[in-house]
C-alpha cells in the first residue's frame, strides 16, 4: 500500500511512518451526515463510509419529509391538487402547476388558449432563472463561500419573487395555473416589470460570472470533481441540466416540444466533462438562453383571453382513462401521471421528481472522492427534499 | 410595601436627563440576550426558504441581532421549526432541542409546524410540533412572509424582555419541576411512540354551545 506512488504517506515512508500507517490502514470510519447537516439541503441524511477522508460507501437515507403527496392527491379533487403541487418543488411551483396541467388536460383533452400558453412559457423561464440563480448560490455556500454568493442570488431571487407575488398572490405558492389557461390575467405593468428584471438579467449574470465562474478557488474544488459519465446518466434516467452537463442533447423543450417552445430560437448548452463545475456552468449558459426566450415572449404575446371558456371549472369529472404530463422543468424532467376512473378524484396521482431520480447517481459520482466533495456534489445536483421524498 | 419610596416613570426619566441611567440587573440582562437571539440553522422544508430569504439583504434579520445561525445546538437560543415535521423526522426534532442549552425558545414557523397545515391528513404528517415540545411564539402562513418571521422573532423578544428572574413568575426553564429533557418519541409500529407529551399538550376539549 504505502510503496504505491498514489499514497499520500509515500515520501515520508520511513519504519515508523509505516507502522502507523499499517496500524490504522482500512479501519472505516462511519459518518452520518444529516437529517440535520448545514449543506444537505433539508433534511437528507447520507451514510458515508470513510476511508480517512475518502468516500468508500455512500447510502442515502429519505423520507424525512414524506408528506403523502400522492395519498392525498388520490383523496382530493383534480384541482385541489394544485397547491399540492407547488409544496413539490418549493423553488419552482409556477413549473409543478405546468405539468401537472398539462397532464389534466391531456387527460380531459382541454385546449389552451393562446395567450395563456405565451404566459406559461414566460412564467416557467422565469422560475428557471429563479432556481437556477439560487443553486448557483447555493453550490458556492458548499463550497464554503459562506454567505456573499447566497446574498447576490436571493437579491435577484427576490425581484422574481415580486413578479409573482404581483401576479398570483402568492411569493413561493403561487397556484396559478388551471385546466384550460391561466388565473389571473397580467396587467400592462406586469409585463413591464417583467421586461425590466429579463433586460436587467444579463447584467447580473455578467457580474455573477465575474466574480465566480473564473475563481481559482471554485475551479480547484469542481474541476474533475463528481464526474457522471453519459452512459451512466442516460441509463439511470438522469434528466436536466445534470444529463445535458455529460453531453447528452436532451432536453424536452426540443425533444418533445410542449407549449408553444417550438416558437422560440434557443439553443441547448451542452458540456462534456460532467463534472461538478459543467454542472455549474450548465446552468449559468441556460439562464442566458432563458431570457432570450423571455425576450422573445415578451415581445410575441398576443391579446385575448387566458382561460378557454368552455374549460369546465365545477364538478370537472375526466372520462376514464390515463395521461402522463411532463416538461422540461429547471432541475429535469417533471412529469404526473395519472389515472381517471371517471370521478371527481384521480384513481392514481403519481409524481415523476426530477432530483429524487437525479439523487440516485450520487453514490456512484462521490467513490473516490473526499467527504468535503461530497457535499458540493451534492449541492449540484440541485434536489429539493420536498420533491425527493413527495 | 406601600411606604418603600418608588421611583416612578418620571423619576426616571429625569434622571435620564441628567445623564444617570438607572436600571435593574433584571432588564440589561433581559434586554442583552433578547437583542442576540441565535437561532438554530435547521430547515425542514418550504418554510426555511423564506428563513433564509429572511436572513438576506433585503429583509436582513441581522437587525434585530439574530442573522448568526449557528450549526450546532449547543451553541443555540431559539429553535425555528420551519416547515413539516414528520412522523420520521420529530424524534430527531425532540432530540436537538433537548440538546439546546438553556434559556431557550422555539418557533412553530408555518401552518405545517403549527398544526400540519395542508398536509394534516397525511399519515406520515405529525400534527403539531406543540405535542412535543413547548413553542413560544406561532407564525401562521404558508409560508409566512419573511415579514412575519420578523414579527414573531420581535414578539418573542418582547416575551424576553417581560421575563422575571425572580419571584413566583419565572419562565419555564427556571422552575424547579422544569424538565431537563422532554421526552423523544419512536418511530413505532403505527405511529409515534407516545404519539403525544402529556405534560404539555393536551387535545382541545370540544366547545358545544349550550343548548337552549
Excluded at chain 1, 72 to 101: K, Q, V
Excluded at chain 1, 208 to 223: F, K
Excluded at chain 2, 198 to 207: F, G, M
Aim: hydrophobic share 40%; charged share 25%.
Amino acid at each position: 500500500m504505502i510503496e504505491s506512488p498514489s499514497s499520500p504517506l509515500a515520501p515520508l515512508a520511513g519504519a515508523h511512518v509505516r507502522a502507523v500507517h499499517d496500524a490504522f490502514h482500512g479501519d472505516l470510519l462511519e459518518v452520518s451526515m444529516g437529517p440535520h447537516h448545514p449543506s444537505t439541503h433539508g433534511v437528507f441524511r447520507m451514510m458515508v463510509t470513510l476511508d480517512g477522508e475518502t468516500v468508500v460507501k455512500l447510502k442515502p437515507v429519505f423520507g424525512y419529509l414524506h408528506r403523502n403527496h400522492e395519498k392525498l392527491g388520490e383523496n382530493t379533487t383534480y384541482l385541489g391538487s394544485m397547491p399540492y403541487t407547488d409544496r413539490l418543488d418549493y423553488f419552482c411551483s409556477m413549473t409543478n402547476n405546468w405539468a401537472y396541467a398539462l397532464a389534466v388536460e391531456k387527460l380531459a383533452g382541454q385546449a389552451v388558449p393562446d395567450r395563456a400558453e405565451y404566459l406559461r412559457v414566460i412564467l416557467a423561464e422565469l422560475t428557471r432563472l429563479l432556481n437556477h440563480t439560487c443553486l448557483a448560490g447555493f453550490l458556492l455556500q458548499d463550497a464554503g463561500a459562506s454567505g456573499t454568493p447566497l446574498m447576490y442570488a436571493f437579491r435577484e431571487r427576490e425581484k422574481i419573487l415580486d413578479l409573482f407575488e404581483s401576479l398570483s398572490g402568492s411569493r413561493m405558492m403561487c397556484n396559478y395555473q388551471r385546466f384550460g389557461g391561466c388565473r389571473v390575467d397580467p396587467t400592462p405593468a406586469w409585463f413591464d416589470a417583467a421586461r425590466r428584471v429579463t433586460e436587467e438579467y444579463p447584467r447580473f449574470l455578467d457580474e455573477y460570472e465575474a466574480l465566480i465562474t473564473g475563481n481559482e478557488i471554485l475551479m480547484a474544488r469542481t474541476q474533475g470533481v463528481g464526474r457522471l459519465s453519459a452512459a451512466l446518466a442516460v441509463s439511470a434516467g438522469i434528466t436536466g441540466p445534470m444529463l445535458r452537463a455529460c453531453g447528452v442533447d436532451y432536453d424536452l423543450r426540443k425533444a418533445e416540444p410542449y407549449g408553444f417552445y417550438s416558437r422560440f430560437e434557443f439553443r441547448v448548452p451542452l458540456g462534456d466533462h460532467g463534472d461538478t463545475y459543467d454542472r455549474y456552468m450548465i446552468r449559468i449558459l441556460e439562464m442566458r438562453e432563458s431570457v432570450k426566450i423571455l425576450q422573445q415572449a415578451l415581445r410575441d404575446i398576443p391579446a385575448g383571453p387566458i382561460f378557454d371558456s368552455k374549460a369546465k371549472i365545477r364538478a370537472f369529472r375526466p372520462k376514464a382513462g390515463e395521461a402522463y404530463g411532463r416538461i422540461e422543468g429547471p432541475k429535469g424532467e417533471i412529469g404526473f401521471y395519472l389515472i381517471s376512473d371517471g370521478t371527481g378524484n384521480p384513481y392514481r396521482y403519481r409524481i415523476r421528481p426530477p432530483s429524487f431520480v437525479n439523487l440516485t447517481v450520487l453514490e456512484d459520482m462521490c467513490l473516490g472522492h473526499t467527504i468535503a466533495d461530497a457535499v458540493i456534489i451534492l449541492g449540484s445536483i440541485d434536489i429539493v427534499l420536498g420533491e425527493v421524498d413527495r | 410595601m406601600s411606604d418603600t419610596p418608588v421611583i416612578t416613570r418620571q423619576d426616571r426619566d429625569e434622571l435620564r436627563r441628567q445623564g444617570i441611567l438607572l436600571t435593574s440587573i433584571e432588564e440589561v440582562y433581559n434586554w442583552g440576550r433578547s437583542r442576540s437571539v441565535w437561532p438554530l440553522q435547521f430547515g425542514l422544508a418550504c418554510c426555511a426558504i423564506e428563513m433564509i430569504a429572511a436572513s438576506m439583504a433585503r429583509f436582513d434579520i441581522a437587525r434585530f441581532g439574530s442573522e448568526v445561525f449557528r450549526p450546532s445546538p449547543r451553541q443555540a437560543d431559539l429553535l425555528i421549526v420551519s416547515g413539516t415535521v414528520t412522523k420520521k423526522m420529530a424524534p430527531q426534532v425532540v432530540r436537538l432541542w433537548n440538546q439546546m442549552p438553556e434559556p431557550k425558545y422555539c418557533i412553530a414557523m408555518g401552518a405545517c409546524a403549527i398544526s400540519g397545515g395542508p398536509f394534516k391528513q397525511g399519515y406520515n404528517v405529525l400534527k403539531g410540533i406543540d405535542r412535543f415540545i413547548p413553542v413560544d411564539i406561532y407564525i401562521p402562513g404558508c409560508p409566512p412572509r419573511p415579514e412575519a418571521l420578523l414579527h414573531g422573532l420581535m414578539e418573542l423578544q418582547k416575551k424576553m424582555r417581560g421575563e422575571k428572574l425572580t419571584g413566583p413568575d419565572v419562565p419555564r426553564n427556571k422552575q424547579p419541576d422544569n424538565p431537563c429533557e422532554y421526552p423523544v418519541p419512536e418511530f413505532g409500529a403505527h405511529d409515534l411512540e407516545p404519539a403525544k407529551n402529556p405534560d404539555i399538550w393536551q387535545p382541545p376539549a370540544p366547545v358545544r354551545p349550550d343548548k337552549p
